[in-house]
């Protein structure tokens, strides 16, 4: 049960750190792309618009967006889903042999990366939408709108203290108490727990992903941030606490960024 134990950690440390690894080869590679169209912008005669950098089939070109937000979702999520994942095999072990376990463990994680794929595709879809409409830097993947930014962070702040992020925190919070009670036989079953889990999953975080396009999509000081607090809310003790406090920071911090074009003009 300890070799099963250290197989599945050592699985899921390292996909979070292949995601990393992309996520940090991504955000060079579009560093290094950001000045040479700044070169470009630069002159005479040349206009860069909001698709700039897109590849030809714009359906290929959304697949990759979305691909991008899935292997972030994977990076920030799966440090926060792993204690759950671990205990679903602890629990597989003790009711069916050690080859039954290793068979249904990884139909469970499937279904986390399934939920979030969803989510990926909404995301991707948003930040489309944006980037069409001028909301979005197609060079900073982040709003220069200082009203939607701090919106968004206002946003995110009330949302910690809803009833459905304390709903779905409870959850994931409680994954002794979730999975017997969810418990579904056969590797479909055990793909449909995942799926259900990780849909709760989305549902604490999906407002505090949405942060990304106020502060940059790529940004992976705000990634690696995001994560952090994801992780604190579902694994320390005072959970809730974090997530008020949490909370109350981002709205503080909407507020600032609200009113900061105001101040800044009577100055």
């Given at each position: 049960?300890?070799?099963?134990?250290?197989?599945i950690?050592?699985?899921?440390?390292?996909?979070a750190?292949?995601?990393?690894?992309y996520?940090?080869?991504?955000?060079?590679?579009?560093?290094t792309?950001?000045?040479?169209?700044?070169?470009?912008?630069?002159?005479?005669?040349?206009?860069?618009?909001?698709?700039?950098?897109?590849?030809?089939?714009?359906?290929?070109?959304?697949?990759?967006?979305?691909?991008?937000?899935?292997?972030?979702?994977?990076?920030?999520?799966?440090?926060?889903?792993?204690?759950?994942?671990?205990?679903?095999?602890a629990?597989?072990?003790?009711?069916?042999?050690?080859?039954?376990?290793?068979?249904?463990?990884?139909?469970f994680v499937?279904?986390?990366?399934?939920a979030?794929?969803?989510?990926?595709?909404?995301?991707?879809?948003?930040?489309?939408?944006?980037?069409?409409?001028?909301?979005l830097?197609?060079?900073e993947?982040?709003?220069?709108?200082?009203?939607?930014?701090?919106?968004?962070?206002?946003?995110?702040?009330?949302?910690?203290?809803?009833?459905?992020?304390?709903?779905?925190?409870?959850?994931?919070?409680?994954?002794?108490?979730?999975?017997?009670?969810?418990?579904?036989?056969?590797?479909?079953?055990?793909?449909?727990?995942?799926?259900?889990?990780?849909?709760?999953?989305?549902?604490c975080?999906?407002?505090?992903?949405?942060?990304?396009?106020?502060?940059?999509?790529?940004?992976?000081?705000?990634?690696?941030?995001?994560?952090?607090?994801v992780?604190?809310?579902?694994?320390?003790?005072?959970?809730?606490?974090?997530?008020?406090?949490?909370?109350?920071?981002?709205?503080?911090?909407?507020?600032?960024?609200?009113?900061?074009?105001?101040?800044?003009?009577?100055?």
């Amino acid at each position: 049960m300890k070799r099963d134990r250290l197989v599945i950690l050592a699985s899921l440390a390292g996909i979070a750190i292949l995601s990393w690894l992309y996520l940090f080869r991504l955000a060079g590679q579009m560093t290094t792309m950001g000045g040479e169209m700044g070169d470009v912008m630069d002159m005479p005669g040349v206009d860069v618009g909001p698709s700039a950098g897109t590849f030809a089939d714009p359906l290929v070109d959304f697949l990759l967006l979305a691909a991008m937000w899935a292997v972030m979702m994977v990076g920030m999520m799966l440090p926060a889903a792993a204690p759950t994942i671990l205990l679903f095999a602890a629990l597989e072990n003790r009711r069916s042999p050690a080859t039954v376990s290793r068979g249904r463990t990884p139909f469970f994680v499937a279904g986390y990366f399934v939920a979030w794929s969803a989510f990926s595709l909404a995301a991707a879809a948003a930040q489309h939408l944006l980037s069409q409409i001028g909301w979005l830097s197609a060079m900073e993947m982040a709003t220069t709108n200082s009203l939607i930014a701090g919106g968004l962070f206002v946003l995110a702040g009330l949302y910690e203290f809803s009833p459905l992020k304390n709903a779905c925190l409870g959850h994931c919070r409680s994954p002794m108490e979730w999975l017997p009670q969810h418990y579904r036989p056969g590797p479909a079953g055990a793909l449909h727990m995942g799926i259900e889990h990780g849909l709760y999953c989305v549902g604490c975080c999906w407002v505090l992903m949405l942060l990304l396009f106020a502060v940059g999509v790529m940004n992976l000081l705000w990634i690696a941030a995001l994560a952090a607090i994801v992780l604190a809310q579902k694994i320390l003790p005072g959970g809730r606490y974090l997530t008020q406090l949490a909370g109350a920071a981002l709205i503080v911090v909407g507020v600032a960024i609200m009113a900061w074009p105001l101040v800044s003009a009577t100055n």
